[in-house]
């Protein structure tokens, strides 16, 4: 039986494509984005959130932990590498400061619990939106969740940055009706450096949508970072390249803002915080949508 991992779903979502919709959210990344919005997404393994301000020091945690893995001085403190992540802290936890990212699912499961929002779907011209970490990570699984939804005639959405292999993306891209395509950085080698792998299949997997007359069914996805993804060269890359494509006609400016404090929940290493990194401002993202616009594409901010 077909087995994935989320870390969440987010139902009644209204920001992940059309319409009221269900966002499923997979562990597992093979990208590695410095500014990454959900690094518990980046593994597929489990991970413990640690919320201090809401812990009362019960202590109850430190007796339940099988890996004595938790200690309390002016605050509860985990040894992540003696950390297993069971989750028998999680149960016990009467305030829930200490929450677990990750379970598993199966295909049927999942199914049923999407077609309790059918309802919503067909009223607002919903659907289902499958998110991540990267959500083709788990490519069979994926596959097979989009096929049901196609049966139920339910609008399926992909989100993803599309660092597959092309002969891969082809076999599984006619299973949806939408695809929020991050789109970060033209320069390979930038692009290395700052999500540690190459765009090649980025850009080739894009090229393949466009080719196929797709393009109309492509939301980008551009995260807004100064001096990262926001310089003038890259943005002078990105109109090129996307001017050059069929069809491609939305544009989403993220802009940046820092979660450093939820790296410092997962007991996490925030790469940002050694570099001096802020969100772009009012005026800056103006003159990012007006370079946008005026290059022909329907500019949104956020989503």
Same mark, same amino acid.
């Given at each position: ?9 987010k139902r009644f ?14 562990? =597992? ?95 607002? =011209? ?6 991540? =970490? ?92 100064p001096d990262i ?38 007991g996490r290493p ?31 901010? =956020?989503?």
């Amino acid at each position: 039986m077909l087995q994935g991992k989320i870390f969440d779903i987010k139902r009644f979502a209204i920001h992940d494509g059309p319409g009221i919709r269900t966002t499923i959210f997979f562990k =597992g990344c093979n990208m590695k984005c410095l500014w990454c919005h959900n690094p518990e997404g980046l593994d597929e393994s489990n991970d413990i959130f640690y919320y201090e301000e809401k812990c009362i020091r019960c202590g109850d945690c430190i007796t339940a932990c099988p890996e004595d893995a938790l200690v309390m001085n002016n605050k509860t403190m985990i040894d992540r590498k003696k950390c297993s992540t069971c989750g028998a802290c999680v149960e016990v936890c009467p305030t829930e400061s200490l929450t677990r990212a990750g379970r598993d699912v199966h295909l049927q499961a999942l199914m049923d619990t999407i077609k309790r929002s059918k309802i919503f779907y067909e009223t607002s =011209g919903g659907g289902v939106t499958i998110s991540g =970490g990267e959500p083709l990570f788990h490519f069979d699984f994926v596959k097979e969740l989009a096929k049901k939804c196609k049966e139920e005639n339910i609008h399926v959405a992909l989100d993803t940055a599309g660092h597959i292999q092309p002969k891969r993306f082809k076999k599984i891209m006619k299973y949806f009706d939408l695809f929020l395509y991050d789109l970060k950085i033209i320069d390979e080698d930038e692009h290395i450096k700052y999500t540690g792998v190459t765009n090649r299949y980025v850009i080739q997997n894009l090229e393949e949508l466009s080719e196929q007359g797709r393009g109309g069914e492509v939301w980008i996805r551009f995260p807004m970072i100064p001096d990262i993804t926001y310089t003038e060269a890259n943005i002078e890359d990105m109109i090129g390249f996307l001017s050059d494509l069929n069809s491609i006609e939305d544009i989403y400016i993220l802009p940046f803002h820092d979660v450093e404090e939820k790296y410092k929940k997962l007991g996490r290493p925030y790469s940002l915080s050694s570099i001096d990194i802020r969100a772009p401002t009012k005026r800056e993202i103006k003159k990012m949508k007006d370079k946008f616009s005026k290059a022909g594409f329907r500019v949104h901010i =956020g989503g």
